[in-house]
Nanobody, 130 residues
Framework: QVHLVESGGGSVQAGGSLRLSCAAF????????MGWFRQAPGKEREGVSC????????HYADSVKGRSTISRDNAKSTVYLQLNDLKPEDTAVYYC???????????????????????RGQGTQVTVSS
């Protein structure tokens, strides 16, 4: 049985940093593209950042470009999202998701609105205060 478990969320002040982790249990992660998504109350889901199965290709939303880094360690079946210079508008539930790399052409497509996933986690809350 596959479980994606996020950790690392919390409450920080604007300008602070957080490192989110997503551990994929029971998933051959090297076969899956992974992504971080967020959703704030009353807002649509946003694809924050996505990474290819091997880690060579990455994509970032314009809203976080330049202040976030996605990475993965397939030996540990874990994907990370480093968020720096956090802003109040980054406040949301962040969750990770996985999709079989063979069924998605690009990391941009992985992050696109409406993309479906094979698996997703429950999410971790990030709250940024001004």
């Amino acid at each position: 049985q596959v479980h994606l478990v996020e950790s690392g969320g919390g409450s920080v002040q604007a300008g602070g940093s957080l490192r989110l982790s997503c551990a994929a249990f029971g998933l051959p992660s090297s076969l899956y593209a992974m992504g971080w998504f967020r959703q704030a109350p009353g807002k649509e889901r946003e694809g924050v950042s996505c990474i290819s199965s091997g880690g060579a290709l990455t994509h970032y939303a314009d809203s976080v470009k330049g202040r976030s880094t996605i990475s993965r360690d397939n030996a540990k079946s874990t994907v990370y999202l480093q968020l720096n210079d956090l802003k109040p508008e980054d406040t949301a539930v962040y969750y990770c998701a996985a999709r079989n790399q063979a069924t998605i052409n690009t990391v941009e497509a992985m992050c696109a609105p409406g993309t479906t996933f094979n698996f997703r986690g429950q999410g971790t809350q990030v709250t940024v205060s001004s």
